[in-house]
């Protein structure tokens, strides 16, 4: 039986944050019945923990509120147009920064978020530290190497983009450890348990 997200229980780090709270609502409307390939948790789980760790880096409400929805356009039927009347120009423009459509590459997507500016590397930072970390989980759950090798490139490739683009930033440093860890420290390297 899968368990449903509660959208009546709260986030603690969106209490004194009304857009992103805002955010959070149509977020977990947009994404009901999406589950993580690596973990089967509600995809809103991703979404969240990246705006979790903008807030605790004390970025503002309208930076945590864009992280919330910023796969809403890539995988879901909102529109652009919704999302600037719903939360305004800031944030939807943000979102439209860090996505990508069906035809844009990463490699697109990372350009477009290096050329941007602002606040989009910071967002685009934080996903890429949430990903690494589900990449952790899929490989503990016997994920082909050579997909896991590939994702592992292009997080290397975001962390090089990421440095040269905001140096200095906790969440570079911290997606920076979040690959080192996951190259020294493997999941499942000697299959012990520690419990």
Known sequence: MTRQSDPT??????????????ALDFARESHAGQVRGSDRAPFILHPVETASL?????????V?????????????????????????????????????????RREDVRRRVSRAGGYAPAVYAADKVSKVRELRAMLAGGMDPAGAESKRRHYRRCLAMLEKTIPGSRLVELLRFE???????????????TG
């Open 54 to 62: 903008l807030e605790r880096s004390h970025y503002p409400d309208h």
């Open 9 to 22: 229980i709260p986030l603690s780090f969106t209490r004194d944050l009304p857009l992103a709270q805002a």
């Open 179 to 193: 690959l080192e860890a996951l190259d020294a420290l493997p999941p499942g390297i000697d299959g012990a348990s």
């Open 64 to 104: 945590v509120a864009a992280a919330i929805l910023h796969d809403v356009l890539e995988d879901t039927d909102t529109e652009p147009e919704e999302l600037e009347a719903r939360f305004g120009g800031e944030v939807s423009e943000l979102v439209a920064t860090v996505s990508a459509d069906e035809e844009q």
